[in-house]
């Protein structure tokens, strides 16, 4: 099980950036997906989930500024993010959960490297 991610890069405040993850063929379609992020000297946390039936949950810092989307039949995972902030920099991490949907951290199995994102 792979996931890769991209589109990452440095935007200045209130830019926008869209995140990809492209994931294994085997998984796109039994597993929750979901974004984290981690800044430095902090706790990796939670950012957007989509569930196979395309149900999604954001954290509260995310809701109104991003979107997370998937292509099933490409098996691409997207975060589209707006309004950009100092804040949100960070190393933003794909992730597949095949024990429920939701933000919790432990029921994520399988990660990619990361993808930094930073605003100034």
């Known amino acids: 099980v792979q996931l890769v991610e991209s589109g990452g890069g440095s935007v200045q405040a209130g830019g926008s950036l869209r995140l990809s993850c492209v994931s294994s063929a085997n998984i796109r379609a039994s597993y929750c997906m979901g974004w984290f992020r981690q800044a430095p000297g902090k706790e990796r946390e939670g950012v957007a989930a989509?569930?196979?039936?395309?149900?999604?949950s954001y954290s509260d810092f995310a809701k109104g500024r991003f979107t997370i989307s998937k292509d099933s039949a490409k098996a691409i995972l997207y975060l589209e993010m707006t309004d950009l902030r100092p804040e949100d920099t960070a190393m933003y991490y794909c992730?597949?959960?095949?024990?429920?949907?939701?933000?919790?951290?432990?029921?994520?199995?399988?990660w990619g490297q990361g993808t930094q994102v930073t605003v100034s």
């Open positions: 992730a597949a959960s095949d024990r429920g949907f939701g933000l919790r951290e432990d029921w994520y199995a399988y």
């Open positions: 989509i569930d196979r039936d395309g149900t999604t």
